[in-house]
C-alpha cells in the first residue's frame, strides 16, 4: 500500500481515483469511483451499503501470499481442496482463524451490501484485479 492510501472509518463519504487501504477498515453508505482498493490481510474490513464504480480490487502482503498458495495448490494438483474452500465460502460458512484448533474466536468480517448493480464489486469483471 502507498504511503497516499485512505484508511479508517468512514460514513456518508466519496472517494475518487484513490487507494483505499480496506484492512482495518470501516466503510458505511459510501461510494467509491475508480478506487484502487486493497486488502493486505489485516484485520478484516467493515464494508455495508457501499457503491463501486470501475474499481479494481487487488491483494497485497499476506493476502497476496494466501492467493499465491492457493492459486499453487489449484495448479498443482490439489483442485478439489481449492474447490471444496471456495464451496465453503459460496455456502456463506466463514473460514477463520477460529476454525483451527486454539484459534482466534469465530468473529466473521462483515461485508453487507457491498456490490454494484451488477451483483460483483466493480461493475463487471472485466478490467478488475481479484
Not at 484485520?43 to 494466501?66: I, R, Y
Not at 459460496?90 to 482463524?97: E, H, S, V
Not at 484448533?101 to 463487471?124: D, V
Amino acid at each position: 500500500m502507498s504511503a497516499k492510501s485512505i484508511q479508517g472509518q468512514f460514513e456518508d463519504k466519496s472517494f475518487r481515483q484513490g487507494e483505499i487501504a480496506l484492512d482495518g477498515s470501516s466503510f458505511v453508505r459510501c461510494r467509491f469511483e475508480g478506487c484502487q482498493m486493497v486488502y493486505a490481510g489485516g484485520a478484516p474490513p467493515m464494508l455495508s451499503g457501499c457503491q463501486f464504480d470501475d474499481c479494481s480490487w487487488n491483494f497485497a502482503g499476506e493476502a497476496a501470499n494466501t492467493i499465491a498458495f492457493l492459486s499453487g495448490f489449484y495448479n498443482g494438483g490439489f483442485e478439489d481442496l481449492v474447490e471444496a474452500t471456495f464451496h465453503r465460502i459460496r455456502k456463506g460458512d466463514m473460514i477463520t482463524q477460529g476454525d483451527a484448533p486454539g484459534g482466534a474466536s469465530n468473529q466473521p468480517p462483515k461485508l453487507h451490501g457491498a456490490r454494484s448493480a451488477s451483483g460483483f464489486p466493480g461493475g463487471s469483471r472485466a478490467g478488475n484485479s481479484y
